[in-house]
């Protein structure tokens, strides 16, 4: 008599959006309509992490990406790790991985950092553009002339 994944999931779901702060699901006791005997269900709507604000963010990678000696691993990590995430990066985190590039004599991987900042861009076109007006001082000075 197990109820399907996809009811428990829905109570789990509305539990969640019915509470106001979404507290004290954790370890909630909810009663699917079919049965008379409670199902424990634990579920975490919240993460107990500090959240970081965009600017806290920024800082982080640019700092990453600024270690004087970072490697040619930890540069094409933290790019990975970056393009994961489900946004563009910031114009000013760009630059900082560029000019790591720079430091570990990259092209390619400068050449593919620009690709995945358009790729990320998807169908919003205006965003790759003002990315490159933005880092068009840093490309001028690290010699790259043709990235439009």
């Known amino acids: 008599d197990a109820l399907p994944i996809s009811t428990m999931l829905g109570a789990a ?17 909810l009663v699917p309509p079919s049965t008379s005997s409670p199902v424990a269900v ?13 600017e806290e963010f ?8 600024n270690k004087p ?4 691993w930890e540069l094409r990590k933290g790019m990975n790790t ?23 004599n990259d092209l390619a991987s400068a050449i ?3 690709e995945a900042v358009k790729d990320k861009a998807g169908p919003h076109k205006d965003i790759y553009p003002y990315v490159i007006q933005e880092l068009r001082p840093t490309l001028d000075e690290l010699g790259d002339r043709k990235s439009t």
């Open 13 to 29: 779901l509305r539990r969640c959006a019915s509470v106001g702060s979404l507290r004290g699901l954790l370890h909630s006791r």
């Open 82 to 104: 970056l393009i994961g995430y489900d946004l563009v990066p910031e114009p000013k985190i760009i630059d900082a991985a560029l000019r790591a590039c720079r430091r570990l």
């Open 42 to 54: 634990a579920a975490r709507c919240y993460s107990h992490a500090k959240h970081e604000s965009d």
């Open 69 to 72: 000696d970072i490697d040619a």
């Open 58 to 65: 920024d800082a982080r990678w640019v700092t990453y990406f």
């Open 112 to 114: 593919r950092i620009l």
